[in-house]
Nanobody, 126 residues
Framework: QLQLVEFGGGLVQAGGSLRLSCSAS????????MGWFRQAPGKEREFVAA????????TYADSVEGRFTISRDNTKNTVYLQMNSLRGEDKAVYYC???????????????????WGQGTQVAVSS
């Protein structure tokens, strides 16, 4: 059974940086595409970034393009989300998720992901 655990959330000032990590266990990690999603209070969950199994292709939400970078280390069964130039609107609970889909269009769709972590809180102060 695939298990995902996120690390690295916290409080940061606007304009600052955080790096989230998501460690996977119980699976062949390299078989999965990985995604990051977030949910702010009172809002629906939204896609943030995704990376394919090989790490050769990434995709981002427009709101984070150029500020966030997703990467993965298949030798460590870990996916990362480097978040720079953080803004107040980035405040949310961030979730990592795993999917076996091979369809690029589905990487931004939460329903395509069958495994989720418990989430890590990111807060941004102005």
């Amino acid at each position: 059974q695939l298990q995902l655990v996120e690390f690295g959330g916290g409080l940061v000032q606007a304009g600052g940086s955080l790096r989230l990590s998501c460690s996977a266990s119980g699976c062949t990690f390299s078989s999965y595409a990985m995604g990051w999603f977030r949910q702010a209070p009172g809002k629906e969950r939204e896609f943030v970034a995704a990376i394919r199994w090989s790490g050769g292709m990434t995709t981002y939400a427009d709101s984070v393009e150029g500020r966030f970078t997703i990467s993965r280390d298949n030798t460590k069964n870990t996916v990362y989300l480097q978040m720079n130039s953080l803004r107040g609107e980035d405040k949310a609970v961030y979730y990592c998720a795993a999917t076996v889909t091979r369809r690029q269009a589905e990487l931004q769709v939460g329903e395509a992901y069958g495994n989720w972590g418990q989430g890590t809180q990111v807060a941004v102060s102005s």
